[in-house]
């Protein structure tokens, strides 16, 4: 059993950055493909990253040079920098964990970009 839990989420400006993290609990989450997705409301839940247990990674094409995803294996931690963000960045940010069939979400942390 993998248990997921979202921080850093928050009101910034336009141009600002901001760093989520996902903690897991669950000895599997290091060899999980672990992966960002957002939900803005009215549309529907988007991968935004996602990063492999040998570090590889993916990201949309829309926030590629700007987000970098990263994970502390020794942290059981997954961690998103958000720089240079935009209006339509906002959303509810979700952490998902894939190993195997095993799927596992976090809550959510809501990213507001906004003057």
């Known amino acids: 059993q993998v248990q997921l839990v979202e921080s850093g989420g928050g009101l910034v400006q336009p141009g600002g950055s901001l760093r989520l993290s996902c903690a897991a609990t669950?000895?599997?989450?290091?060899?999980?493909?672990v992966s960002w997705f957002r939900q803005a409301p009215g549309k529907q839940r988007d991968m935004v990253a996602s990063?492999?247990?040998?570090?590889?990674?993916n990201y949309a094409d829309s926030v590629k040079g700007r987000f970098t995803i990263s994970r502390d294996n020794a942290k059981n931690t997954v961690y998103l920098q958000m720089n240079s963000l935009e209006p339509e960045d906002t959303a509810v940010y979700y952490c998902?964990?894939?190993?195997?069939?095993?799927?596992?979400w976090g809550q959510g942390t809501q990213v507001t970009v906004s003057s």
């Open positions: 998902r964990s894939l190993f195997g069939r095993n799927e596992y």
């Open positions: 669950g000895s599997t989450f290091r060899f999980a493909l």
């Open positions: 990063i492999t247990y040998t570090s590889t990674t």
